[in-house]
């Protein structure tokens, strides 16, 4: 079964700590997503990746930094947190084949307060 | 840009009611649709897709119908139930590029949010 965990469910910071989100998938994914949702906007995407040490910047990536040094693993950095940052974050991973396309499968996502 | 405009919600029925979330979406090029589901408390699961024009992706009695001379993919149901209660997203996704990298990526709606009564 396909499984993609996110390390926390609930996080509460505080403005200007750096805070870290990990990402991690069992399906040997080449490609990897973060998005934040919000009321009314829908998921927007921050960055992805497409292989290990590769980064595309998505949408809304200020604010935001990632890594990838191994497949199965995407972290989402916020270097200095601030309050505007309060959203759910989701982590997704994909694979293309040609034959079927391509589906994205999501973690549970991480709710992050920032105070 | 890409972008994918979803009917406003909530929506709220009676259980056995008909289902019809609107999706319309603008892109350059030829996109596949996608329909994602949000269960409360959980990430987002996809429902179903399409790839192609008039093609009827299909999942849980779910249904939608890729119609690419209106530029929709709405969402139906013939007879909801509670448990179908959730966060629906439509999206779309460009085919990825010749380059050789396989991401494409998904641009999302909004998201309706349906609640089904007993």
């Known amino acids: 079964d396909v499984k993609v965990t996110q390390s926390s469910r609930y996080l509460v910071k505080r403005t200007g700590e750096k805070v870290f989100l990990e990402c991690v998938q069992d399906?040997?994914?080449?490609?990897m997503f973060w998005y934040r949702q919000d009321p009314g906007l829908g998921l927007r995407l921050i960055y992805f990746?497409?292989?290990?040490?590769?980064?595309e910047k998505g949408d809304i990536p200020e604010g935001y930094s990632v890594s990838r040094e191994k497949k199965e693993r995407f972290s989402l950095i916020l270097e200095s947190a601030s309050t505007n940052q309060t959203s759910m974050y989701l982590c997704?991973?994909?694979?293309?084949?040609?034959?079927?396309?391509?589906?994205?499968?999501f973690g549970p996502g991480t709710r992050l307060l920032v105070l | 840009g890409d972008s994918v405009t979803q009917m406003e919600g909530p929506v709220t029925l009676s259980e056995e009611a008909f289902l019809t979330i609107n999706c319309t979406y603008t892109?350059?090029?030829?996109?596949?649709l996608f329909w994602y589901v949000q269960y409360p408390g959980e990430g987002l699961q996809l429902l179903l897709k399409?790839?192609?024009?008039?093609d009827k992706g299909s999942n849980k009695g779910f249904e939608a119908t890729y119609r690419k001379e209106t530029t929709s993919f709405h969402l139906e149901k013939g007879s909801v139930q509670v448990s179908d209660s959730a966060v629906y997203f439509c999206?779309?996704?460009?085919?990825?590029?010749?380059?050789?990298?396989?991401?494409?990526?998904?641009?999302f709606g909004q998201g309706t949010i349906l609640t089904v009564h007993p």
């Open positions: 399409a790839t192609k024009a008039d």
């Open positions: 399906m040997d994914h080449e490609n």
């Open positions: 999206a779309l996704r460009l085919r990825p590029n010749a380059g050789g990298t396989s991401y494409g990526k998904l641009t």
């Open positions: 990746s497409y292989d290990v040490k590769m980064k």
């Open positions: 892109a350059t090029g030829y996109p596949s």
């Open positions: 997704a991973s994909s694979f293309y084949r040609l034959a079927k396309g391509e589906t994205q499968y």
